[in-house]
């Protein structure tokens, strides 16, 4: 069973940036679809990106164009999120997720993933 563990949430300041890591362990998902999710108090988990397995395409959600990007490390298990001109709104927790299959689709929902971290908390002042 693959476990994904996240990491390097914090307390940042608007416009500062802010690096999270999930390591898979487990299991290998070096060719599975990854993802990044956040849910804020409140309100429903929404989708921030997800990356295919060699990293080479990438889907954003509207409000994080621009200003994320993520990236692999696949010897490693690992998958980064790059969080640059951090909002307010950006404040929630921050899961990673990923797909059982292999070379998955591109999903934005949260049923096209099997696989879940227990989160990072992302508080951004203003």
């Known amino acids: 069973q693959v476990q994904l563990v996240e990491s390097g949430g914090g307390l940042v300041q608007a416009g500062d940036s802010l690096r999270l890591s999930c390591a898979a362990s487990g299991g290998t998902v070096s060719k599975s679809t990854m993802a990044w999710f956040r849910q804020a108090p409140g309100k429903e988990r929404e989708f921030v990106l997800a990356?295919?397995?060699?990293?080479?395409?990438?889907r954003y959600a509207d409000s994080v164009k621009g200003r994320f990007t993520s990236s692999r490390d696949n010897a490693k298990n690992t998958m980064f999120l790059q969080m640059n001109s951090l909002k307010p709104e950006d404040t929630a927790v921050y899961y990673c997720a990923a797909q059982r299959g292999l070379y998955g689709i591109l999903w934005s929902t949260v049923e096209a993933y099997n696989y879940w971290g227990q989160g990072t908390q992302v508080t951004v002042s203003s």
């Open positions: 990356i295919t397995w060699k990293g080479g395409n990438t």
